[in-house]
Structure formats: C-alpha cells, structure tokens
T-cell receptor
Framework: EAGVAQSPRYKIIEKRQSVAFWCNPI?????LYWYQQILGQGPKLLIQ????????DSQLPKDRFSAERLKGVDSTLKIQPAKLEDSAVYLC?????????????????FGSGTRLTVV | GENVEQHPSTLSVQEGDSAVIKCTYS??????FPWYKQELGKRPQLIID?????GEKKDQRIAVTLNKTAKHFSLHITETQPEDSAVYFC???????????FGRGTSLIVHP
C-alpha cells in the first residue's frame, strides 16, 4: 500500500512570500489532517477534513493559512504571507475512519512532511 | 483543551540500559494514549498505544504504563540499542475523536 505523499520535501522562502504544500492521502482514506511541527515540539493539529468538508480548523491561523480538499482526495495547505515563526515541518496524515484518527487498526499514517524555512 | 507534558526532553543511555519517558495529561476524559517514534528527518510512527481501561501493555522491549488517577503514563524501553535513538512523542486523545495532543518530545540517544 502506498503511503501518504507530500511535496515538496523542502522549501525556503522569504517572509511575506506565499507558499503551498500538497498532500495525497492513502487511497480510500476519508479523513485527512494537516499538522505543524515546530523544531523541538510535538506536532500540532491545524485542520482536519472528512472527505471535502472541514471538521476542525480551530487551530488554523486563518488570517494567513488556508487549506482545501476540493475533491475529497488530495489537499493543499497555503500560507500567505509567511512569517518567520511559520518555519516548521508541515505533516499530513490520513485515516480511513473519521474520528478514529490514531487507531492503529484504522491506519492513521503520517506523510514525510514538508520542511519550511522562512528567512 | 488537553495539555500533555513530557519529560525528560533529552535522555542519554548506554546500550543495554533501560530508558523511561514520562508524560502527564490534564484532561481526565482522555482515554487513548499513543506513543510515536520519529527518527531524524522521518515521519512519526506509532510504536505502541494504550487505552484507559488497561494499566499496562507490553510489546517485546517496549512497554507503556498508565495511572489514570494521577493522570500520567510512561514508556519503558529495555535493553536499548543504538537504533532506538530517535525522538519519542507521547500523546493523549479524548473519547470519540482519537485525535492526539502531543507532548514536546524526548530525544533518546543510545550510546554503543
């Protein structure tokens, strides 16, 4: 089974520029999550989708971050404009059962992440 | 919301020694506690998990214990090996969602 695909792996941008990350979940997984992992910290949930609908975006800084999953499959996360404090690894994860994100049996899987450096 | 504290931030041991990582959580309703291992530059991977109706769970060299009254849980690794070197994250999830709140991580270094 293919894993969660993310691109790009690395991105360096200047502050105030825009950036977008892409995620393709495991085939058939209805639920998709975006996490932000700042260096030295655990992943923090930014947004959760079920199919093409948003379930939870309470921790997404909506003034600069946006995310979409138009066809209920792949997803993009955008930052516009970027700030220095946005430097982090952005992880995507998917699961087959909504609300059962981390059950081993439901196949909650992280992608390899995109490392963003804002200079 | 849930708050997970994890200690120590760095743990250095000799190969063959045991390692213990401790976490506390704030939400008494949390009932699912996964542990993730993240090697340098790689994705977090689930290594063991425990539900609140169980006090201890073991899988080969790793074990997790849970004290619901005190709201703390621990990861135990015995006979550590250099390949155990990684950052370990504990997490706690509320009932129904299973979406974890992560601790800040422990960098485990196993010296050969």
């Amino acid at each position: 089974e293919a894993g969660v695909a993310q691109s790009p792996r690395y991105k360096i941008i200047e502050k105030r520029q825009s950036v977008a990350f892409w995620c393709n979940p495991i085939s058939g997984h209805a639920t998709l999550y975006w996490y932000q992992q700042i260096l030295g910290q655990g992943p923090k949930l930014l947004i959760q989708f079920q199919n093409n609908g948003v379930v939870d975006d309470s921790q997404l800084p909506k003034d600069r971050f946006s995310a979409e999953r138009l066809k209920g499959v792949d997803s993009t996360l955008k930052i516009q404009p970027a700030k220095l404090e946005d430097s982090a690894v952005y992880l995507c994860a998917s699961s087959s059962n909504p609300g059962q994100g981390v059950e081993r049996t439901y196949g909650y899987t992280f992608g390899s992440g995109t490392r963003l450096t804002v200079v | 919301g849930e708050n997970v504290e994890q200690h120590p931030s760095t743990l250095s041991v000799q190969e063959g020694d045991s390692a213990v990582i401790k976490c506390t959580y704030s939400d008494s309703a949390s009932n699912y506690f996964p542990w993730y291992k993240q090697e340098l530059g790689k994705r977090p991977q689930l290594i063991i998990d425990i539900r609140s109706n169980v006090g201890e769970k073991k899988d080969q060299r790793i074990a997790v214990t849970l004290n619901k009254t005190a709201k703390h849980f621990s990861l135990h690794i015995t006979e550590t090996q250099p390949e155990d070197s990684a950052v370990y994250f504990c997490a706690a999830s509320p009932p129904g969602s299973y979406i974890p709140t992560f601790g800040r991580g422990t960098s485990l270094i196993v010296h050969p």
